[in-house]
């Protein structure tokens, strides 16, 4: 009896837990919170935005490109290298 008891409010508190969760979450109230938080971030945003400073670019001819490539690479063989470390 005191195990079908103990199951019982285990069963009722899990939906108890989950009633309220929902009816929390899809309440007007909480939609009205996240919408006004969600709003604030946006004007936030771009209030930072606004400020930031903007960089010059220095990237440009950056690269040196040569006419002869580097022809000096050496070919590894892979059972070659197994076969030196014995």
């Known amino acids: ?7 019982f409010f285990f069963v009722i508190s899990i ?4 009633f309220f969760t ?3 979450y899809f309440s007007n109230e ?8 969600m709003n604030n971030i946006d004007t936030l945003i771009n209030k930072y935005e606004k400020d930031l400073i903007v960089l010059s670019n220095n990237t ?7 006419d002869q ?5 050496k070919k590894y ?10």
């Open 77 to 86: 063989y892979f059972w070659d290298l197994l076969k030196k470390n014995d």
């Open 15 to 18: 939906f108890c837990f989950l």
């Open 30 to 37: 909480n939609i009205k919170r996240s919408f006004r938080s």
């Open 60 to 66: 440009e001819n950056i690269i040196e490109y040569t």
């Open 1 to 7: 009896m005191v195990k079908e008891l103990k199951y």
């Open 22 to 24: 929902i009816k929390y």
């Open 69 to 73: 490539p580097n022809m000096k690479k």
